[in-house]
């Protein structure tokens, strides 16, 4: 009888020893865990990517006026921006969606109260072949820049720009907008930031993890040009 109970106790320390020495090993895995990347994030609407160099203090960005890729290249086509060197494919782009795009910008910044944001409208080369626009699109950003005395140029291109088709609370189809921005530093050149926002509005239905979004809307389908204001006031927050 007392073997007995000798050869219980003895199991039970073996199977503590056990549990004991499996906890001790999960536990230093999860110490050496490697660190997510801080710069790979979602990507599916505003994702500002700063430059892994620290920038030195911005005070006065010229917001230059958006760039239409879709006039340039036609709808269904995948080009890529100068800037950030992510692929988009071009859509429908409504008439003076680049002004309006470019006005939420400027907004945006003031609001953000770090920056002096300027305007300057100086005309670009003139040129209308896309693919030598682009090419001379960062001579263009850097000499507005100059020329307004900033220290950076907050650029844009707009790759959809649909309206909705309906109302606040009954749509046929959503609006839908793609388009992106970038910080160039005028002493060298460099793009210091950048962001996109590609976003069609779901309903809740469609997307139950939308319901934030749902509620910033407050329950309503919102034009275009309110779907634009929540993408670049959500990215601009990180601006550097």
């Known amino acids: 009888m007392a073997s007995m109970v000798m050869a219980k106790k003895n199991s039970m320390k073996i199977i503590l020893g056990a549990l004991i020495c499996t906890l001790l090993t999960l536990s230093c895995a999860s110490q050496h865990k490697k660190t997510p990347d801080p710069q790979k994030q979602d990507t599916a609407s505003a994702v500002p990517v700063k430059d892994k160099q620290s920038p030195e203090s911005i005070g006065k960005i010229v917001v230059a006026p958006f760039a239409d890729m879709t006039a340039l290249h036609g709808e269904n086509q995948t080009v890529f921006c100068p800037f950030c060197l992510s692929s988009f494919t071009t859509g429908k782009?409504?008439?003076?969606?680049?002004?309006?795009?470019?006005?939420?910008?400027?907004?945006?910044?003031?609001?953000?109260?770090?920056?002096?944001?300027?305007?300057?409208?100086?005309?670009?080369?003139?040129?209308?072949?896309?693919a030598a626009s682009l090419k001379k699109e960062r001579v263009y950003l850097m000499a507005l820049g100059k020329a307004a005395g900033a220290d950076a140029v907050l650029a844009g291109h707009v790759y959809r720009?649909?309206?909705?088709?309906?109302?606040?609370?009954?749509?046929?189809?959503?609006?839908?907008?793609?388009?992106?921005?970038?910080?160039?530093?005028?002493?060298?050149?460099?793009?210091?930031?950048?962001?996109?926002?590609?976003?069609?509005?779901?309903?809740?239905?469609?997307?139950?993890?939308?319901?934030?979004?749902?509620?910033e809307h407050k329950g309503k389908w919102v034009p275009a040009v309110e779907l634009s204001r929540h993408g670049i006031e959500k990215a601009i927050k990180s601006l550097p």
């Not at 409504?94 to 005309?123: F, Y």
């Not at 109302?167 to 950048?194: C, K, M, N, Q």
């Not at 139950?208 to 749902?214: I, V």
Request: no cysteine; net charge negative.
């Open 93 to 130: 782009v409504e008439a003076e969606a680049a002004q309006k795009l470019r006005e939420i910008s400027v907004s945006a910044v003031k609001t953000l109260g770090r920056h002096e944001v300027l305007l300057n409208d100086m005309p670009s080369s003139g040129d209308d072949d896309g």
């Open 161 to 215: 720009f649909i309206e909705r088709k309906g109302a606040d609370y009954a749509v046929e189809s959503p609006a839908s907008v793609l388009f992106d921005l970038d910080l160039i530093r005028i002493a060298d050149g460099h793009t210091i930031w950048s962001a996109h926002v590609d976003e069609t509005q779901k309903s809740l239905m469609e997307n139950l993890f939308s319901f934030k979004t749902f509620m």
